[in-house]
C-alpha cells in the first residue's frame, strides 16, 4: 500500500500562487502514475494532473490547469509537487494526492485551497 500526504494548502489572493506537495510512503515502487485531482464545493472530484512517474515530463493537464499549473518530482524526497500560479476564485476546491500503480489506486486526504477575489 501507498500512503499519500498533502501539504500547502491555505487561503490565496487572485492572481497568487501556491505550492502543494505530495509526500509518499509505502510501497513506492509500485507507483505507475500519480496525479492530482479537486473537488470544488458541492462539485465532483475532477482530474487537474496526471504524469508518469518515471518521467514526470509526460502529462496530461485538465484544460483549466494548462498553462497555470506545473506538476515536478523530488525524487530524493519521494514527493511530487502542484505549483499553482494565477489563482483564482474558481480554483477554490479540495486538492488531493493520487497513486496508481499494481493494480491499486491510492489517495491522499487532501488539502484545501480558497482562492479569494
Known amino acids: 500500500q501507498v500512503q499519500l500526504v498533502e501539504s500547502g494548502g491555505g487561503l490565496v489572493q487572485a492572481g497568487g500562487s501556491l505550492r502543494l506537495s505530495c509526500e509518499a510512503s509505502?510501497?513506492?515502487?509500485?507507483?505507475?502514475?500519480v496525479a492530482w485531482y479537486r473537488q470544488p464545493p458541492g462539485k465532483q472530484r475532477e482530474l487537474v494532473v496526471a504524469?508518469?512517474?518515471?518521467?514526470?515530463?509526460?502529462?496530461n493537464y485538465a484544460h483549466h490547469a494548462k498553462g497555470r499549473f506545473t506538476i515536478s518530482r523530488d525524487s530524493a524526497k519521494n514527493t511530487v509537487h502542484l505549483q499553482m500560479n494565477s489563482l483564482r476564485p474558481e480554483d477554490t476546491a479540495v486538492y488531493y494526492c493520487n497513486a496508481q500503480g499494481d493494480g491499486r489506486d491510492d489517495w491522499g486526504q487532501g488539502t484545501q485551497v480558497t482562492g479569494s477575489s
Open positions: 509505502g510501497s513506492i515502487l509500485s507507483i505507475e502514475t
Open positions: 504524469a508518469r512517474i518515471d518521467d514526470i515530463r509526460i502529462t
